[in-house]
């Protein structure tokens, strides 16, 4: 069964840090790009990073650069997001999710978040 | 950054169709994805690529895109189809992404 499963959510106090990890399994883990994203109480989904499989590109969100590190071990098949410097509104719950290559019968590429866990919820407060 | 604008609501009558539709001038040159998410679920990818439909998702859902809008169109909507909806697409620089800020879809 193709599964992501998140872990390390919790109560943090503002300022604090915490470390989130996502177990994927039944699939190639290492052949796909690989995303957080989140969504804070009774709000849309926000993308928050990326990587590339071999972990040499990262992207994020402004609102995270500087705080939050995304990496990968292949060998684990896990997924990281390390949160430093967490503040209020970075309350939320947090997905990870693959980002999957798709072709269209023209044989165009697109790729999309298609595999999604179930999230793991994060709450900054004092 | 750029952004993304959804509707905050759509209701539709059973067996109707309607049309859910994201605005941004990254839409000019990425694509839309459209994704459905019910309460205290994880989003499902319903159209990918503007207008493709992964396996599984029922033909009543459709894709299309023109300019700087791409829209999402259920053709006989069922009570189950009641959802958030969200679009995501490239940002301009091409490697961060963004989602609009989503679609209430009610069925009546």
């Known amino acids: 069964e193709v599964q992501l499963v998140e872990s390390g959510g919790g109560l943090v106090q503002p300022g604090g840090s915490l470390r989130l990890s996502c177990a994927a399994s039944g699939f190639t883990f290492s052949s796909y790009w690989m995303s957080w994203v989140r969504q804070a109480p009774g709000k849309g989904l926000e993308w928050v990073a990326t990587i590339k499989q071999d972990g040499n590109e990262k992207y994020y969100v402004d609102s995270v650069k500087g705080r939050f590190t995304i990496s990968r071990d292949n060998a684990k098949n896990s997924l990281y997001l390390q949160m430093n410097s967490l503040r209020a509104e970075d309350t939320a719950v947090f997905y990870c999710?693959?980002?999957?290559?798709?072709?269209?019968?023209?044989?165009?590429?697109?790729?999309?978040?298609?595999?999604w866990g179930q999230g793991t919820m994060v709450i900054v407060s004092s | 950054s750029s952004e993304l604008t959804q509707d905050p609501a759509v209701s539709v009558a059973l067996g109707q169709t309607v049309r859910i539709t994201c605005q941004g001038d990254s839409l000019r040159s990425h694509y839309a994805n459209w994704y459905q998410q019910k309460p205290g679920q994880a989003p499902v990818l319903v159209i990918y690529g503007q207008k493709n439909r992964p396996s599984g998702i029922p033909d009543r859902f459709s894709g299309s895109s023109s300019g700087n809008t791409a829209s999402l169109t259920i053709t006989g909507a069922q009570a189950e189809d009641e959802a958030d909806y969200y679009c995501d697409s490239r940002d301009s620089s091409a490697k961060e992404r963004v989602f609009g800020g989503g679609t209430k879809l009610t069925v009546l």
């Open positions: 999710a693959t980002l999957g290559d798709y072709y269209d019968r023209s044989g165009y590429y697109y790729d999309a978040f298609d595999i």
